[in-house]
């Protein structure tokens, strides 16, 4: 039986994370329901509870590392997602735009990274919640015997597998460098920042494969119902991924 609620964490202020209950969403034919198992606390997600991002807006149902278990899937998903699979989230991203086109969801021209994409009231992707309903295209599929946590990493993931592309690493590059060099070599300085949809993919095929292991780098797992006990764990000095588990099995490993 699918729910009628769904239970979700989210900034109401500087340093006060809530917990609040909305109805379900009707299941549209392109989306999946998805019983949402972890979500690990990124740096952007503490650094507005700290106050430090409050132009990203409040009420924030924030959270994006989050990963979970296909539940129930529209007509028109096919096959290529089956009730149980293990999923992971993408950013949210229309699909049709010209940046979307090119694989550039983080740019996309139609889905503001931290807009009211999903409710009228709540800025977010509502990483924190129990259960959600999202488009099919804005997941990937995990390995099943992934925990949760580990899943989650997705995001994060393909941020490092975009930097390492756009490094074009031939020998092992040495770490101090003098300005002179860049000037008169016309060497390169290449910024990064978030991903586009190969990436995704990439960092999802490197976690299933268990060529990159997480599994070191989550501090510890907090209950949903804790979420202010999480912030304030994640956002101590010296601390990696905290995870907030949303689902009793997002506790397995």
């Not at 329901?33 to 924030?62: F, S």
């Not at 699909?95 to 694989?103: A, P, S």
């Not at 139609?110 to 997941?139: D, H, P, T």
């Amino acid at each position: 039986m699918q729910p009628k609620n769904i239970t979700f964490g989210y900034l109401a202020e500087k340093k006060n994370a809530k917990i609040k209950e909305i109805p379900m969403p009707e299941l549209a034919e392109d989306e999946l329901l998805v019983k949402q198992e972890a979500c690990n606390i990124c740096t952007t997600d503490y650094q507005q509870w700290l106050g430090l991002r409050e132009h990203q807006g409040y009420p924030m149902a924030g959270g994006h590392e989050c990963s979970g278990i296909v539940i129930a899937k529209g007509k028109a998903v096919g096959d290529t997602y089956q009730i149980g699979d293990r999923v992971s989230v993408l950013y949210d991203y229309c699909g049709y735009c010209d940046e979307c086109k090119f694989g550039e969801i983080t740019n996309c021209e139609n889905k503001r990274q931290f807009g009211k994409n999903y409710s009228k009231e709540f800025y977010g992707i509502f990483g924190f919640a129990n259960y959600f309903v999202r488009k099919a295209k804005s997941f990937v599929k995990m390995r099943p015997t992934l925990s949760a946590s580990e899943a989650a990493f997705v995001e994060p993931l393909s941020s490092v597998v975009q930097n390492m592309k756009k490094l074009r690493i031939v020998p092992a590059p040495e770490m101090a460098i003098q300005p002179n060099m860049i000037h008169y070599m016309r060497l390169e300085v290449i910024g990064t920042y978030a991903s586009t949809l190969e990436d995704f993919y990439d960092a999802a095929t490197l976690l299933n494969e268990g060529r990159v292991d997480v599994s070191k780098l989550i501090e510890t797992k907090i209950p949903l119902m804790d979420i202010q006990k999480a912030f304030e764990i994640a956002s101590t000095p010296g601390s990696y991924r905290v995870s907030v588990v949303l689902n009793e099995e997002g506790n397995k490993e």
